[in-house]
């Protein structure tokens, strides 16, 4: 058994007096993925600024391969291989998807001077070894359609080391083609043996790409299962609110007859 990139158990986060979080357990693997799925305000963007040193949990405990942590900045997260997308990205839309892949870490020739060349070449290498062919790496990323700024986003982790990448909603706000692209290259950064935390309303888009399923509603777990403890009919059922939804279509059928 090798130690997962991230283990969190009983987490649990309260902004005043909200419970955001409460006794959520779940862990990540090496070329795994592991959902996160519910509602709005079920608690998913709360759990993966936990992770990523955003908010600090204050209840349960947070490892990172095998050891406990608590990030006190984004940074910290980032130095210790968390990288996060989240859905509204951090890009500049009017400059360059070079220079927003790079951000501030472009290479320098050895005057010091950002190394325009090879900064496209590197680019456009890595998103090619992602399969994502983009001929003009020089145009301002504003140009991208949001499945396509997911990708570059995906690549940018990849290339960089991260060992854990999380997403927030990738697929949320894209139609269905775009969305499946998107989850292509999750399932390559996967393949690549990163840790995936995917998080998403659609169980459509979590089941084939994920190993592992965290159902949360209103800051509590529902369940966390392996893929081969539940299937997509039950998964969608869960988090149509299963047994909310039964009772009612019993109340409908009383009504009926
Ligand atoms: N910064 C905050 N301050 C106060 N309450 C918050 C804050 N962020 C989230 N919450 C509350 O915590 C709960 C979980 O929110 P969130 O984690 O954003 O859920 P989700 O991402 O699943 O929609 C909600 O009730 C939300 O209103
Ligand atoms: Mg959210």
């Known amino acids: 058994m090798t130690t997962p990139l991230i283990e969190v158990e009983d987490i649990g986060k309260t902004y005043g007096s909200v ?3 409460s006794d959520v357990s ?16 079920a608690g998913k963007s709360t759990l993966i600024k936990i992770l990523a040193g955003v908010h ?3 209840a349960g405990t947070f490892k990172v391969e095998g050891e406990e942590i608590r990030f006190s900045s984004p940074r910290e997260a980032l130095d210790h291989g968390i990288a996060t997308v989240y859905q509204d990205l951090a890009v500049v839309p009017l400059m360059s998807v070079w220079r927003n892949f790079f951000l501030g870490s472009e290479p320098t020739t050895t005057f010091g001077f950002i190394d325009r060349k090879k900064g496209r070449e590197v680019t456009r290498k890595a998103l090619s070894d992602m399969g994502i062919d983009l001929r003009d790496v020089e ?3 504003g140009t991208l359609s949001g499945g396509e700024r997911q990708c570059v986003a995906i690549a940018r982790a990849v290339h960089f080391g991260a060992k854990v990448l999380i997403l927030d909603e990738p697929t949320a706000a894209l139609g269905v083609k775009q969305a499946g692209v ?3 290259y999750v399932a390559q950064a996967r393949d690549r043996g990163l840790g995936v935390v995917l998080i998403t309303h659609n169980p459509h888009h979590a089941y084939p790409v ?8 209103r800051g509590r777990a529902l369940g966390c299962y392996e893929k081969d403890e539940i299937n997509l009919e039950e998964l969608t059922r ?4 299963g047994a909310e939804l039964e009772a009612l279509a019993h109340e409908l059928r009383a009504v009926e007859a």
């Open 210 to 217: 994920g190993n592992r399923f965290l159902l949360l509603k």
């Open 139 to 141: 145009q301002p990323v």
């Open 182 to 184: 998107v989850l292509k």
């Open 19 to 21: 419970i955001a979080l």
């Open 238 to 241: 869960q988090m149509a609110g």
């Open 56 to 58: 600090q949990h204050d």
């Open 26 to 41: 779940t862990v990540v693997n090496a070329g795994e993925v592991t959902c996160v799925l519910g509602d709005n305000g």
